[in-house]
């Protein structure tokens, strides 16, 4: 038995979903269902005894340690957060009690349940904890990439939430021997993605023929990560990852921000050739402390626990449009009017 927070987001449901496919070991998901969370990502496995969802918050001490208390996981793969940067800006409170006191109680709850094991399961026992690349700060156009000893200097409200996270899961094995585990990944891409990061928001504007946002002058860089990939790492690094370390995560695939956008709109044009989705591009005004470059270097990880990547950018890529274009009744049941009053307040004054 595992036990999973956040696992009914993006990535939280593809780790779901990867691990129920390729075993029995079942799985407690504990999600928050904020507007990001959806157990639709998850209608496939909802009869599925091997998986147990809880409505809950990280944040509750109580409900957590009742549940590690029944269930006795061997582990806790934490997924659950504030993601998005631009949301940050907005709002950083939420990022704040989710990121860092949700961490921290959760923390709290899982020492506590830790503590009290005997030594066999003492031993055996990990708290995987998921984290980003953005902790890292903004690189230099040439500047190597992120290694797991990489100074942390983050630039958004989002990222100094995530680093504050690390910070205090990396505290609790060098404090108290917690066995920890921690994971820096790249910018994922994949199905179930919420339509406000950029490639579903790009593919979901495109086919509803809306213009495709743009900011600044599109030449930021970033490297992509397909979801089922980082999936196949965290299960990695849980089975062989060393407590106390840090292993990056990425894609190998480093692209500006108007590359992915022209590619997306080049795939869809192949499907739909009467239509130049391409004229659909607009410019509009950045977003306050845009970082210009992240990259990943994720040597450690191939060399220690022998984990690279099995996708490249242009298989993904093919393979999340033809998932948004099969799945659109999804994408319409998760733009509510919420979601709406959202893409409105980000982008109403960024035109140029």
């Known amino acids: 038995m595992i036990l999973v927070t956040g696992g009914a987001g993006f990535i939280g449901s593809n780790f779901v979903l ?21 157990l639709q990502n998850l209608s496939s496995v909802k009869d ?21 208390t029944t269930y006795q996981p061997r582990a806790i793969i934490n997924l659950a957060a504030e993601s998005h940067v631009d949301r940050s800006i907005h709002g950083p409170e939420d990022f704040i009690q ?33 984290s980003t690349d953005e902790v890292y700060g903004s690189l230099a156009p040439q500047a190597p990439a992120f290694t797991e000893i990489h100074n942390y200097q983050p630039n958004s409200p989002y990222s100094a939430s ?9 505290a609790y094995h060098h404090t108290y021997g917690f066995p920890t585990l921690t994971t820096n990944c790249s910018n994922n891409y994949g199905p179930f993605q919420f339509p406000e990061k950029l490639i579903p928001l790009m593919i979901c504007n495109a086919l509803a023929e809306k ?4 900011y600044g002058d599109g ?25 106390g370390e840090t292993y990056n995560i990425g894609g190998w695939n480093e692209k500006t921000n108007l590359e992915i956008v022209q590619t997306i709109c080049d795939l869809l044009t192949e499907i739909y050739p009467q239509r130049q989705f391409r004229q659909l591009i607009t410019y509009v005004a950045d977003r306050p402390g845009h970082d210009r470059r992240y990259a990943i270097d994720a040597t450690k990880i191939k060399r220690e626990l022998k984990w690279r990547p099995a996708e490249t950018f242009a298989t993904g ?3 999340t449009i033809h998932w948004y274009i099969d799945n659109q009744q999804w994408t319409t049941d998760v733009q509510t009017g919420a979601y709406r009053q959202w893409i409105e307040k980000n982008y109403k004054q960024r035109t140029l």
């Not at 930021?220 to 060393?242: F, K, N, P, S």
């Open 18 to 38: 990867e691990w129920l496919q390729h075993g029995d070991e079942r799985i407690v998901n504990v999600d928050k269902l904020t507007y990001a969370g959806n």
């Open 48 to 68: 599925d005894p091997r998986h147990i969802f809880v409505r809950g918050d990280i944040g509750d001490t109580q409900l957590i340690s009742q549940l590690l």
């Open 98 to 130: 989710t990121n860092i006191l949700g961490t921290f109680h959760l923390l709290e709850a899982a020492r506590a349940y830790w503590m009290q094991l005997d030594q066999g399961a003492k031993g055996n026992f990990r708290f995987l904890h998921v």
């Open 162 to 170: 995530k680093a504050s996270s690390d910070h205090l899961v990396r």
């Open 211 to 214: 213009n495709l946002p743009v």
């Open 219 to 243: 030449l930021q860089i970033r490297d992509w990560l397909y979801v089922t990939d980082h999936c196949t790492a965290i299960r990695r690094v849980l089975a062989a990852g060393l407590p």
């Open 317 to 319: 890529i093919r393979k």
